[in-house]
């Protein structure tokens, strides 16, 4: 028997769509560039030159925005002109007021856990936005907390499960990333369950190679969750 | 005797510069801006586009950054060039790699509150920037820990107090800024302390009625707050 006392859930792709609504204004960026070049590869541009900008910008949709102006006057030439940066900008503010679209199930689901378990939502970034999503969802008033990591990283999770007393042997976390939510709770010996969600950002996926085999539950929706984590409590 | 168990410590204009390199991008935007328009109310308008923009974008330098971009389209009628918006971008990246530059007598004042008593660095903002500048300062290696708010208000500060069990009467803060660091603290019944800094960001500041008169102190330096925490916990 494996005693649960304290789980932990994803929001962005897990609770919620979030990388939908990046690729919706990816692809209205993209449409927006057409007429400065007829360079195919600027989706890949875009998405490394925000890779290459985490380190110095972070997470989040203001990092993204930034990074979409920065590969829009890089790609243009220098020509990109004052109207098309207003633009951008809308749209980064637009994706940060876009409202919170629950994923199937997920209220059910959080409901069901909450009754028997201890739930955290844990996600990362940007402070104000995850917290307006939290509070937008109604689920802060179903768990127990939630907490917004600058990263999800193995020090980060052994940090929150140490202020909370809990062993990582004890500790469950279900989200869609194999890069933040799986790899570093599979590494500090805690139960990762992946929720794979329909689109990964690019940053979020694995080389193949980096995939344990073992050592972690993978379920086709948050609503297997319930009946998994009593499974694995029984 | 007022027994002080925990010493709550403000970062940006606290501990370190910031505001002032804030202004010295202000200077160099408005400078660039001087070629597109002849607006001497410029400083002005980017500074309520800014403050318009905090729902939105919350703190920190990418809002900034992003706010600049906005002033820059609207005061230039809508002719602010690529390039230009391109440099405007590399300031909010050199504000983001900005080197921490304590304030005079920092690490000394910190030492000697952490031998008797529990302080803690209470910032807000940015999650990442915050914390970099806080492992960048050394500091996180003599407090007893840090806390990102996503805003100094009251209802955070009882959140904060109540996580460690911590009565407001015993909480004593210190910061620059009336609106974050005192006003609250105020009106929670803790014992706050001001120490101003040279310049202070339009948001912070605090409409002179709105000042309460007495409940807090106000000191010079934060050199002098060990032994005003002394004196009144003796």
Same mark, same amino acid.
């Given at each position: 028997m494996t005693e649960i006392k304290l789980i932990g859930i994803d929001a962005d792709d897990t609770l919620w769509q979030s990388e939908t609504f990046f690729a919706e204004v990816e692809e209205k960026f993209l449409n927006l560039m057409s007429k400065y070049s007829s360079d195919t590869s600027l989706e890949k541009s875009l998405s490394s030159n925000e890779i290459t900008n985490l380190r110095v910008f972070g997470y989040g949709v203001k990092s993204f925005t930034l @990074?979409?102006?920065e590969t829009a006057h890089l790609a243009s030439g220098g020509n990109i002109s004052s109207l098309d940066i207003k633009q951008i900008i809308s749209w980064g503010k637009e994706l940060l007021q876009h409202p919170v679209v629950l994923l199937d199930g !997920?209220? +059910? *689901?959080? *409901?069901?856990l909450t009754r028997d378990f201890t739930v955290f939502i844990v996600t990362k970034g940007d402070l104000l936005h995850q917290r307006s999503k939290i509070e937008e969802s109604g689920l802060d008033k179903l768990v127990a907390g939630f907490d917004i990591f600058h990263e999800k990283d193995p020090e980060s999770y052994l940090d929150f499960l140490s202020e909370r007393n809990v062993d =990582?042997?004890?500790f469950l976390m279900a989200g869609n990333s194999?890069? @933040? +939510? !799986?790899? =570093?709770? !599979?590494s500090i010996g805690g139960h990762a369950v992946h929720i794979p969600y329909e689109l990964t950002w690019d940053y979020e996926k694995v080389a193949e190679g980096a995939v344990p085999k073992s050592g972690y539950k993978v379920i086709e929706g948050i609503t297997e969750l319930p009946n998994l984590v009593v499974d694995l409590h029984a």
């Amino acid at each position: 028997m494996t005693e649960i006392k304290l789980i932990g859930i994803d929001a962005d792709d897990t609770l919620w769509q979030s990388e939908t609504f990046f690729a919706e204004v990816e692809e209205k960026f993209l449409n927006l560039m057409s007429k400065y070049s007829s360079d195919t590869s600027l989706e890949k541009s875009l998405s490394s030159n925000e890779i290459t900008n985490l380190r110095v910008f972070g997470y989040g949709v203001k990092s993204f925005t930034l @990074s979409m102006i920065e590969t829009a006057h890089l790609a243009s030439g220098g020509n990109i002109s004052s109207l098309d940066i207003k633009q951008i900008i809308s749209w980064g503010k637009e994706l940060l007021q876009h409202p919170v679209v629950l994923l199937d199930g !997920v209220e +059910d *689901a959080i *409901a069901e856990l909450t009754r028997d378990f201890t739930v955290f939502i844990v996600t990362k970034g940007d402070l104000l936005h995850q917290r307006s999503k939290i509070e937008e969802s109604g689920l802060d008033k179903l768990v127990a907390g939630f907490d917004i990591f600058h990263e999800k990283d193995p020090e980060s999770y052994l940090d929150f499960l140490s202020e909370r007393n809990v062993d =990582p042997v004890n500790f469950l976390m279900a989200g869609n990333s194999l890069r @933040s +939510d !799986v790899l =570093p709770i !599979v590494s500090i010996g805690g139960h990762a369950v992946h929720i794979p969600y329909e689109l990964t950002w690019d940053y979020e996926k694995v080389a193949e190679g980096a995939v344990p085999k073992s050592g972690y539950k993978v379920i086709e929706g948050i609503t297997e969750l319930p009946n998994l984590v009593v499974d694995l409590h029984a």
